[in-house]
């Protein structure tokens, strides 16, 4: 018997900030699975600032999405029926199949997660935003106790377990976020100085925050915050590249920071990433990102909307700051 499942689809790509009407939901019937198949029904979703980037018709590390199909992102679901002995109903599993109420999938498309945590853990600390910090803070910062490390976008599910990763590693930390809330609680978990990047001058703030320049910088943002790191760099410095949201609805090529020419100077490594670049590390992520976790050693936040159709609300709300820690959003 089929089951009813909503969808949220692409209907139109945006041109410079998405817009509601850039998205549809429509409601379709998934069949029973065939053999080898597995119908999961979805209880959790993520949706990150990289989707942006698939909304363009243009070649990058992951495939546009398509017009009039459902979007793609990470889920937790919970198995329904199974038709392979690996997955029995009521298993928690991992998949690729947001965006969805319900799916079907072969087996192979499926991570069965162990019980000990709360499952949205799985889209966030430990989940593609947490190894995305643990690895590249590790692979490119090569961090050393007492290195000063910057991070812009602190508050959000990457930024903020950096923050808290330097700080297991003996760094100082300063962070830059958008509102003296989502600062305050960046300070309740351990991190040194903090900027509110809306209030004075950014770089007067950073320099006033870390009087003896950064050896890591760690970049969310780009545009303004990307300048002022070069500025307040220390010699030798590494400079995590890992998004720069302030410029990924431009419509037109954004200037590049004035003072490039530091990367010279103060031979300034300066390396971007996708993480899959850094599987080879997945085993070691959990082990010791899961060990941190159950000791209460790193905390997170989460934002959540209910419901498949408030997904692109969600989505949207990433871009006006509108989250602390991790955007998630409720199915189950």
């Not at 980037?53 to 198995?79: H, N």
């Not at 038709?83 to 087996?107: C, H, I, M, Q, T």
């Not at 760690?218 to 220390?234: Q, S």
């Amino acid at each position: 018997m089929a089951t009813k499942s909503r969808e949220v689809r692409l209907k139109s790509r945006p041109v410079g900030l998405p817009e509601a009407s850039n998205f549809e939901v429509a409601t379709v019937d998934i069949p029973d699975p065939g053999p080898g198949e597995v119908l999961v029904r979805n209880e959790w979703m993520s949706v990150d600032p990289y989707m942006r980037g698939r909304m363009y018709d243009r070649p990058s590390y992951v495939p546009p999405f398509q017009i009039g199909e459902p979007l793609q992102g990470g889920a937790i679901g919970t198995v329904v029926k199974s038709n392979d002995p690996k997955f029995a109903p009521g298993d928690l599993v991992e998949s690729f199949n947001g965006w969805r109420e319900a799916y079907v999938s072969p087996a192979s498309g499926l991570n069965k997660l162990p019980a000990g945590v709360p499952p949205q853990a799985y889209l966030g600390v430990l989940g593609m935003p947490g190894m995305t910090a643990y690895t590249s803070f590790h692979r490119i910062g090569e961090p050393k106790a007492g290195d000063v490390v910057f991070v812009s976008g602190a508050a959000g599910a990457v930024g903020s377990a950096v923050c808290q990763i330097a700080k297991l590693r003996g760094c100082t930390v300063v962070a830059s976020a958008g509102t003296d809330e989502k600062l305050a609680w960046l300070k309740s978990v351990g991190v040194d100085a903090t900027v509110n990047y809306k209030k004075g001058n950014l770089l007067d703030n950073v320099r006033a925050a870390a009087p003896k320049g950064i050896d890591i910088y760690f970049d969310n943002v780009g545009g303004d915050h990307l300048e002022v790191a070069l500025e307040v760099a220390r010699p030798f410095a590494r400079f995590i590249e890992c998004g720069m949201i302030s410029i990924y609805n431009d419509k037109e090529p954004a200037p590049g920071p004035r003072n490039m020419s530091y990367v010279v100077g103060k031979r300034i490594k300066m390396q971007g990433f996708i993480v899959s670049d850094f599987a080879d590390m997945r085993d070691q992520f959990y082990t010791e990102m899961g060990g941190w976790v159950r000791d209460g050693k790193i905390k997170w936040e989460e934002t959540v909307e209910n419901g498949v159709e408030n997904a692109p609300k969600a989505f949207l709300n990433l871009f006006s700051g509108g989250n602390t820690g991790k955007m998630l959003v409720k199915l189950g």
